[in-house]
């Protein structure tokens, strides 16, 4: 891999990776707290950031550009994963925190993605029933907020440590 297409991947790899721990973050410590302080109140501004600002994409595109970039690297430093450095004390940290971060994209892709679906439908059923959630209504929406955040938490523990793996990696003993 040339120096210019290296660089390339490593501002791509750190610049998305910030991204995606800071929204993750954002969600986990502001936004998802606010939703559910405000109750039904929320649909509105959940819809515009689903339908209009497209959330659900920024947070699939982010973490797969992320990821993808991480393993150009990966594969650029262990020869085509292939060589002995793999083994070695950076490779072992990179591998942990590209696993971490792996793990992460896969939580929020299973759990996430669908609980914001089933959130999005019930809201559109609270709409078109005149703005008033049943209370059955309400009782599935924050348990799948509930189910929402602990997942969210959990991929923003995840996050924490692939960062930290990657932070660290250089400088393990080989």
Do not use: C
């Amino acid at each position: 891999m040339s120096p210019t297409t290296l660089q390339l991947f490593r501002a791509i790899h750190i610049v998305f990776g910030a991204v995606w721990l800071g929204a993750v973050l954002f969600l986990v410590l502001f936004l998802m707290p606010t939703l559910k302080t405000l109750g039904p109140a929320s649909g509105p501004a959940m819809a515009y950031l689903t339908n209009v600002r497209k959330l659900p994409i920024f947070m699939m595109v982010v973490p797969i550009l992320a990821i993808l970039s991480g393993l150009a690297l990966y594969w650029n430093d262990s020869a085509g994963f292939s060589s002995v450095w793999m083994h070695s004390g950076p490779g072992r940290t990179f591998g942990l925190g590209g696993g971490l971060a792996i793990l992460a994209v896969i939580s929020g892709m299973a759990v996430n993605a669908p609980t914001a679906r089933r959130l999005g439908a019930i809201g559109a059923q609270i709409k078109a029933q005149g703005g008033s959630p049943t209370p059955e209504q309400q009782a599935e929406m924050e348990r799948l907020q509930g189910r929402m955040m602990t997942a969210l938490r959990v991929v923003a523990a995840l996050l924490i440590l692939a960062t930290l793996a990657m932070a660290v990696a250089r400088y393990m003993p080989t």
